[in-house]
Structures are given as C-alpha cells and as structure tokens.
C-alpha cells in the first residue's frame, strides 16, 4: 500500500532562518514524489518534482530511497513561503493517482 | 485559459440525497481526476479518467460514480449522501494519464451534508 507522512502540522519559522518540512513515503515500486502548495486562497499547485531535480522560489528535495525521505529544504525562509505544504507520492507508470500527505502548514513570522 | 473549473463552489445537501458535481479541464487536456478533502487531512484519490474511460479508481464506496464526457469535462456523482461525505471536492487535469504529467488542480466544490 501506499503512504505518506508528514509529521508535523505546522512548522513556524523566522524570516531568512532555514526550513525543513519533512516527508517519508511508504511504497514497494519505484516512487515518483511531488510537492504541493496551497497559498492562502489560492489552489493547488505543483511546487517540484523530484524527477525534474530543479529548485523551485529556493526550494530543492533529493529523494532519498534509503530512508524513504523526500523532505523539502530551503536556507532561508521568506514571508512568502508561508502556506500548506502536502508531499505526495504517485506510482510509476500507472494512473495518475496521488496519495497525499496530511500537510503541513509553513508559518515563517518576522 | 481559466485553468480548471469546478461547479458549483458550494453546496448544502441533507443525509439520502444524491448529489453532482462539475468540472471542466484545462483545453487540451484529456485526463480528469477528482479527489476529496477532508478538513484537516490531504486529498484523497477517487477516479480518474482519461479519453472517457476509468483509469483508476481509489478506496470509496460504490455510492460514488463519474464519468467523462466526449468535450473531456466530467461528473462526479454521490448517492445516498453520508455525514461523512461533507469535504471539499477536488477535480485536476493532465495532459496525459500518468502520473508524470502535472495535475492542475481546480478550485474545488465544498459539500456539507446536513
């Protein structure tokens, strides 16, 4: 079966201190794992993927299949990077079915 | 190109009813997909659709049915409406069927069932 986990809800930060919002995976093929982003009244949309291995407003995941990780980095934190983060996990080559993380919310206070 | 549209934005239904719910993709994409969110969870998958035939369907009852239109727009319906069925509808669409091609998401539609 497949699983995300996110484990924290809500991860508050200063502005320009670095962030990490964490992500582990549960799936026995070979994963393809994404970052979601909601902006305050806005809709869902993709923030990177790790198959494109680019950065994204300063934000970069390595997938990690050791520790079925895909944790989302960025070295300094920006007002504008307040919203909900969801990490999701599709499976190769079949539909194109996501599971999704519960989220976490990203609160970066000056 | 408005991206996706979902209608309508908001509905109230009470528990037994049936109810439907629109989308149109993106122009020239041909996969649809629709999940619900439930307050305080990530959405979760219920079908998707590409050139009108089902091409994945997730863990939900039969009460929930869809299904693609020749124009590549699609319904979701849900019979026998539960408490439990209040949440935010998403629909997205791809150009492709995997999921290597990027899913647009539209605005949603909230349901509660009264």
């Known amino acids: 079966a497949q699983r995300v986990t996110q484990p924290e809800k809500l991860l508050s930060v200063f502005k320009g201190a670095p962030v990490e919002l964490k992500c582990n995976y549960s799936?026995?093929?070979?994963?393809?794992l994404f970052w979601y982003v909601q902006y305050s009244r806005q809709r869902l949309q993709l923030l990177l993927r790790?198959?494109s291995r680019e950065s994204i407003k300063g934000f970069t995941a390595d997938l990690n299949k050791g520790e079925t990780s895909f944790h989302l980095k960025k070295p300094f934190a920006q007002e504008e990077d307040s919203a909900m983060y969801y990490c999701?996990?599709?499976?190769?080559?079949?539909?194109?079915?996501?599971?999704f993380g519960t989220g976490t919310r990203l609160q970066v206070t000056l | 190109d408005a991206g996706v549209t979902q209608s309508p934005t908001h509905l109230i239904k009470t528990r037994g009813q049936h109810v439907t719910l629109r989308c149109s993709p993106i122009s020239g994409h041909k996969s649809v997909s629709w999940y619900q969110q439930v307050l305080g969870q990530g959405p979760q998958f219920i079908f998707q659709y590409y050139e009108k035939e089902e091409r994945g369907r997730g863990n939900f009852p039969d009460r929930f049915s869809a299904r693609q239109f020749p124009n590549y727009s699609s319904e979701l319906n849900v019979n026998a409406l539960l408490l439990g069925d209040s949440a935010l509808y998403l629909c997205?669409?791809?150009?492709?069927?995997?999921?290597?091609?990027?899913?647009?998401f539209g605005p949603g539609t909230r349901l509660t069932v009264l």
């Open positions: 799936y026995s093929g070979s994963p393809e």
């Open positions: 999701a996990l599709g499976a190769t080559g079949t539909a194109s079915k996501l599971t």
């Open positions: 790790h198959i």
């Open positions: 997205a669409s791809s150009s492709g069927p995997s999921s290597y091609n990027e899913q647009f």
